[in-house]
């Protein structure tokens, strides 16, 4: 079933015609609609032999490209021949031949009654500086169609996610096929919610990392977990607001979830600088609800119309809902909820407590790394649960302040190695202390975790933290990042969906990362 036209061509960039060949096939296998081959990537390039063969023999309809370096690709050569062997790729069959808007006119005028039925002109534009404003836009669609193009492709830049709204509108609004697009980390959600708006085509590469331009998601991806096919115009947009956010495993939990269930909605990664401007550019309907992350979750508490008591408690805003009666944004933090269920478990685990009421935190002393949102929820949840809670953060001033919030203790991370005042204390990292791609920094020496019976750590890429794993060696009961991730992803789903979270499937998908 598919719910958008929108299709999705895989580019091919080998330096010779049998790898180009191999490939080909390979994007056939793995669910493309067409392939576009770069000539330009190739090695020796003899154009009529090496074209009938490609074209001739390609499992997929062609696009062919030819990107000179004065546009961002490799071809440095005469023009003139250039624009010869696009002719030519043609007249020997290829469906679509892209060309740049700087020379569109004198190749379009140069076949005039010459063009095949069957073969589209794709004339782009290139930005690889920023996003023009929705006018220059407009104009830059019309300058192109003036040319006689079948098909406009616009590949801009994102300085910031918030320019990606421009290309949408553009997109949406169009009379004429579009491809819209916006490069790099920024612009991702381009490459994927084209399919929402109307976008003719998105590109998905074979492999991670061999892109012909900044962002390309993979084939893979795109088909699964972004679940390509069934994005259509009533798609709710649900994302995880964070920077840097590429780790997250957010996406692949929630569209794996709302697959399941046929719910109509997308998750993506928002890499966003300001959360401010996202929540005000991306104020419509379509843009339902959000995860938040590092280092937005005290910002995020300012931009919402009205926070859960709880939230406003902490001071940090982790999940936001776009209430669809009226449009207003609604604040929860649900890290809380996740942190200190998980981190109880793992204590009942190894006391063997279950049979006992009450929280075994109760009365322990629970020493929380860090200061920021998910500090600030773990030492509400911590104190709530009946534990003496002591903040280590960086900057001192911030640990007192928040210390004297909870009623706790407060101390500078430096003197952490140090501080023993009791045995089996709790500890819990909740900053991205020990993240990738630093997966050998800890917050705390070995040497100090002896006097520990408990350690969670947030960071859950990768899932054994060194942190973790000096713990364990140590002799202390660890608890995973990706525990309390499972946990705070149940309440947000059911935030996001108003349907119970399917919590073998959530369990099901993480348990293979």
């Not at 928040?402 to 003197?415: I, R």
Request: glycine share 10%.
């Amino acid at each position: 079933m598919r719910n958008n036209t929108t299709l999705i061509c895989v580019p091919i960039m080998g330096e010779a015609i049998a790898k180009m060949m191999v490939d080909m096939d390979k994007a056939k296998a793995n669910g493309a609609d067409l392939i576009e081959i770069r000539l330009d990537s190739l090695k020796n390039f003899n154009p009529y032999e090496d074209l009938k063969v490609l074209i001739k023999e390609s499992p997929l309809p062609t696009l062919i490209t030819y990107r000179p370096k004065w546009e961002g690709g490799l071809y440095d050569g005469d023009e003139n021949k250039r624009l010869d062997v696009l002719r030519l790729a043609m007249d020997l069959g290829a469906h679509y031949i892209d060309v740049e808007l700087q020379v569109a006119r004198q190749f379009i005028d140069t076949i005039s009654g010459k063009k095949p039925e069957n073969t589209k002109i794709i004339v782009s534009s290139h930005n690889y500086q920023y996003t023009p404003s929705v006018e220059d836009l407009g104009n830059l669609v019309a300058r192109i169609q003036e040319t006689g193009a079948d098909i406009v492709k616009i590949a801009t830049t994102a300085v910031e996610i918030t320019d990606v709204a421009r290309i949408f509108q553009i997109t949406v609004h169009s009379q004429v096929p579009v491809i819209g697009l916006v490069m790099g980390d920024r612009g991702i959600i381009s490459r994927i919610l084209c399919a929402k708006f109307g976008g003719y085509l998105t590109f998905g590469t074979l492999e991670s990392g061999v892109v012909s331009a900044p962002g390309q998601p993979t084939l893979k991806d795109l088909l699964s977990p972004y679940n390509f096919r069934q994005i259509g115009p009533d798609t709710k947009v649900f994302g995880i607001i964070g920077k840097p956010v590429a780790h997250s495993k957010s996406p692949i939990l929630y569209n794996e979830a709302f697959k399941s269930v046929g719910f109509n909605g997308v998750f993506v990664h928002l890499l966003v600088d300001n959360i401010a401007n996202f929540l005000r550019t991306y104020s419509s309907s379509d843009f339902a609800g959000f995860s938040v992350t590092i280092p937005h979750k005290e910002t995020a508490l300012k931009c919402c119309d009205e926070v859960d008591p709880v939230a406003k408690l902490i001071g940090a805003v982790n999940c936001i809902i776009r209430r669809s009666a009226d449009g207003k944004l609604i604040g929860y933090n649900t890290d809380y909820y996740g942190a200190i269920s998980a981190i109880e478990d793992g204590l009942r685990g190894k006391h063997n407590s279950g049979s006992i009421t009450g929280s075994p935190l109760a009365g322990r002393l629970f020493v929380v790394i860090g200061a920021g949102g998910a500090g600030k929820a773990l030492a509400f949840g911590a104190r709530e649960k009946g534990a003496r809670v002591v903040i280590a953060n960086r900057t001192y001033e911030r640990a007192r302040e928040l210390a004297n919030t909870v009623g706790g203790d407060a101390l500078a991370l430096a003197d952490l190695d140090n501080y023993h005042p009791e045995d089996g204390m709790i500890l819990a990292n909740t900053t991205s202390i020990g993240m990738q791609p630093k997966v050998d920094e800890t917050p705390i020496s070995k040497h100090a975790l002896g006097s520990y019976s408990l350690v969670f750590d947030a960071v859950y890429t990768p899932k054994m933290t060194k942190l973790l794993k000096e713990a364990e060696e140590s002799g202390a009961t660890i608890v995973t990042g990706l525990e309390m991730f499972i946990g705070q992803a149940f309440e947000q789903y059911e935030h996001f969906t108003g349907l119970p979270a399917p919590k073998e499937i959530f369990r099901n998908t993480m348990a293979n990362y």
